[in-house]
């Protein structure tokens, strides 16, 4: 590497494109080593290696060698005034914008066309690609943000035309779907009839077990438990009241056959018989046995009585206990009634099935197996916005990356992209290598 430490240290704190002694002297090097002006890689790499300066600063003095190159090499006699310094602003903000995301001059930027405001540069020095350790940028294309957005657009709108909406991830197309409440109503029913037939299985009837599970499904078990809980208690009940009426009807029968018994045995001696004048005297030979029997007869009439009194009750019982058992029956037989049953499984779980639709209609769509696009034709379903806010969403959604292709934008198989900001603009950078 040449000493050239002496030279720097004289003045090498120049901004922007100022020539400075230290320059001029290296200017008077590249000469003497038979580099001409426009070999700027040639300057660029003489400077950076054989110097030892940086990338951008030898860039910059091999573009100032460039713009004011000496056939004679006499730099010596050129006065501050005569150096011609080169200005940025004569260059497109395109232009400028690429040697600033490179922190580099933009006059090592050649443009591959005659327009001031060409999008393609190709460098002329070694640049290397960020993040591509060894490898130099070949040719860089600037955009502005707003042109990229629009390419996405554009390129979303042409995958819509030739694919349709089967081209989006249900995720994202998922808020955008809106179910045909009487296509969905009908598919719901005949999806609850269609489950209703796998559970019966050609069967008959189903069993209980299979029942309980179906209640389940459409969220009714709870209400199943309370009506079976009250029928079954208002039916014991009844049976317990029967049961104890019973009882007591068998204990009432008991009573008449004594009271029965006694009656006759009353009647039998009291009867009178024609003995002539000894009648009072018969009669008076049994009448502490009547009066026995007739006490008897009282207290088993006043049991019976309360008896039957009981009985009445109970029966007054049953009847308000039933009453009660039929309100609740009336509703319990949607359950045990496998006719009643069925029309009330078909009907809830249509509802449920409506609503799982409503909540997740793509799933409606999934599930039903046919395409995004079918379903939309068929009227199963329909998008509650137009395509150009579901093209604007998706590239929010998405990101405008997903939809852009920086080796197509800069016909480059082996290529690379980026964003940044210049002079209050949003640009966008495809680098080839």
């Given at each position: 590497m ?11 704190s120049?901004?922007d494109y ?22 700027v ?31 004679d ?5 050129v ?53 591509r ?8 294309k ?13 390129k ?81 009940e ?70 039957l ?24 037989q ?20 409506f609503?799982e639709?409503?909540e ?63 002079e ?10």
């Amino acid at each position: 590497m040449i000493k050239f430490k002496n030279i720097l240290n004289e003045d090498s704190s120049g901004t922007d494109y100022s020539i400075t002694t230290a320059y001029v002297k290296i200017f008077k090097v590249l000469f003497k080593n038979n580099i001409k002006g426009e070999e700027v890689l040639k300057s660029s790499n003489f400077i950076q290696y054989k110097i030892g300066l940086s990338l951008e600063e030898s860039a910059k003095i091999a573009i100032l060698y460039k713009f004011n190159y000496k056939p004679d090499g006499d730099f010596d006699e050129v006065k501050d005034s005569q150096w011609v310094i080169p200005s940025e602003e004569s260059l497109s903000i395109y232009h400028r914008a690429a040697g600033d995301y490179f922190n580099i001059t933009p006059f090592v930027f050649k443009s591959f066309s005659n327009n001031s405001n060409s999008q393609v540069y190709q460098p002329v020095v070694n640049i290397p690609v960020p993040r591509r350790r060894g490898i130099d940028v070949d040719t860089v294309k600037l955009l502005l943000a707003s042109d990229v957005y629009d390419i996405a657009y554009n390129k979303i709108k042409r995958n819509l035309r030739d694919e349709g909406y089967d081209y989006f991830e249900s995720d994202f197309l998922e808020p955008f779907i809106e179910l045909d409440d009487e296509s969905a109503m009908y598919n719901a029913e005949e999806s609850a009839k269609e489950e209703w037939g796998n559970y019966l299985n050609k069967k008959e009837s189903l069993k209980l077990a299979t029942k309980e599970g179906m209640i389940e499904q459409i969220h009714l078990d709870e209400e199943y438990e309370n009506l079976k809980y009250y029928v079954e208690e208002y039916i014991e009940e009844i049976e317990d009241l029967k049961k104890e009426k019973q009882v007591l009807s068998h204990k009432v029968n008991k009573l008449n056959k004594e009271i029965h018994l006694l009656s006759m045995e009353i009647e039998k001696l009291t009867d009178t018989v024609d003995y002539g004048d000894d009648e009072e005297e018969y009669y008076s030979m049994y009448e502490e046995e009547v009066s026995e029997l007739n006490d008897r007869l009282n207290e088993y009439e006043s049991i019976r009585e309360e008896l039957l009194n009981e009985i009445d009750d109970i029966e007054t019982k049953v009847y308000e206990v039933d009453d009660e058992l039929e309100s609740y029956y009336e509703d319990y037989q949607w359950y045990t009634d496998d006719k009643k049953f069925k029309e009330l499984y078909i009907e809830k779980r249509t509802e449920l099935i409506f609503q799982e639709m409503e909540e997740y209609p793509m799933g409606y769509v999934l599930d039903s197996e046919i395409y995004l696009d079918d379903a939309l034709n068929e009227g199963i379903i329909y998008l509650n916005e137009e395509d150009e806010t579901i093209i604007h969403a998706a590239i929010e959604f998405y990101g405008v990356d997903d939809f852009i292709d920086g080796t197509v934008i800069i016909n480059s198989e082996d290529a690379t992209s980026d964003q940044f900001g210049f002079e209050d603009e949003h640009f966008y950078i495809f680098i080839s290598y």
